[in-house]
């Protein structure tokens, strides 16, 4: 072991095994950078794919700390970072994916360009929960969509992680949201401030009810496969606008095209896996504070609470599908 400082992380090894508590060299903030001691990791699907060795796109090998999204306090600054300072509450999507520690761990140094300052109203183990699927939602419904007051928007899955924040952001810049659940989720998606929607109902039918045949304005498919093959016959004709973060399939364009409606997709890892477009990653975590601290968003969390050495218990929930909502670490 190295005569540096040392911290507690949990090591992907290898993929497909369990992660592993270990003792690891504790990072220094280089320039640029912030070193974080994290409170709490928030935890994606792409963690477990990772895990299982399933998620070549982010390109993460083993041996590796995973963790795309975190919260703590600033503990130092490199040279040439400014507005963070030791004690700072701290968020963002930093790590987890190629090549970039993540944040199940007790430290980690990351790029100030990701962060932004938490929310004053809201635990740093819940401000972890936000980071990925906001900037997803953020980034469909704002950069792709400009989604405006006034307009019908449509959100399959509104009760999943991206699906909630997408109903909230909709909903706060004055759009008519409607969000598509099992009949179990109507109370939570109508308690974000949407129309719950039968996911069942066939979309035809749908499309009738909710706009008069017209189409939604925006539709924002969280689901990929046949929901976005479904999105596009929901678009509405001369303007509608389709945005997918999981249009990874096969699909027949022409439902789009004879609706002279467009298509956006969204890959949220880009600024992580690139470098590029990092700066706008901190400023939409920015926007989502302000939104917390003016009670217009909140996570959607699972009611089962991890410490770090639980960390595959956590991961294993999360792939499970039952977690209700988004699953946290504490680590602080």
Do not use: C
Not at 145 to 164: D, E, K, R, T
Not at 258 to 276: D, E, H, I, Q
Not at 297 to 309: G, K, N, T
């Amino acid at each position: 072991m190295s005569t540096h400082a040392t911290m507690t992380a949990l090591r992907l090894e290898a993929a497909g095994q369990p992660l592993r508590l270990a003792t690891v060299e504790r990072p220094v903030a280089g320039p640029g950078q912030v070193l974080v001691r994290i409170a709490a990791a928030g935890l994606n699907p792409l963690d477990g794919k990772i895990r299982a060795g399933q998620g070549a796109h982010a390109r993460q090998p083993a041996p590796a700390i995973l963790g795309i999204d975190m919260a703590g306090h600033v503990e130092s600054v490199g040279p040439g970072v400014e507005g963070f300072e030791p004690g700072d509450a701290v968020y963002g999507m930093t790590g987890g994916v190629g090549g970039v520690q993540g944040s199940l761990a007790q430290y980690a140094a990351v790029d100030a360009r990701l962060l932004a300052h938490a929310p004053s109203t809201l635990p740093l183990a819940q401000a972890a929960a936000l980071p990925l699927v906001f900037i997803t939602a953020w980034e469909g419904l704002v950069d792709r969509a400009n989604v405006h007051a006034g307009q019908n928007v449509l959100v399959i899955a509104g009760a999943g992680g991206v699906g909630s924040m997408a109903v909230q952001l909709a909903a706060a810049r004055g759009a008519r949201v409607f969000a598509t659940g099992s009949k179990a989720q109507q109370a939570i998606i109508e308690s974000l401030g949407a129309t719950w929607v039968d996911r069942d109902a066939p979309i035809d039918a749908v499309v009738e009810t909710h706009t008069a045949g017209e189409g939604f304005d925006i539709v924002y498919d969280t689901l990929g496969g046949a929901t976005l093959d479904a999105a596009f016959v929901a678009a509405r004709r001369y303007g509608g606008h389709v945005v997918s973060s999981l249009g990874w399939g096969t699909h027949a364009l022409a439902p789009l095209s004879f609706r002279a409606a467009t298509y956006s997709g969204v890959f949220t890892l880009m600024p992580l896996l690139t470098g590029k477009g990092r700066e706008h990653h901190g400023e939409i975590m920015a926007e989502a504070s302000m939104l917390v601290d003016a009670g217009k968003l909140r996570p959607v969390l699972s009611e089962q609470r991890f410490v770090l050495a639980e960390g595959n218990a956590a991961l294993d929930l999360v792939e499970s599908g039952r977690a209700g909502g988004k699953v946290v670490v504490v680590v602080a």
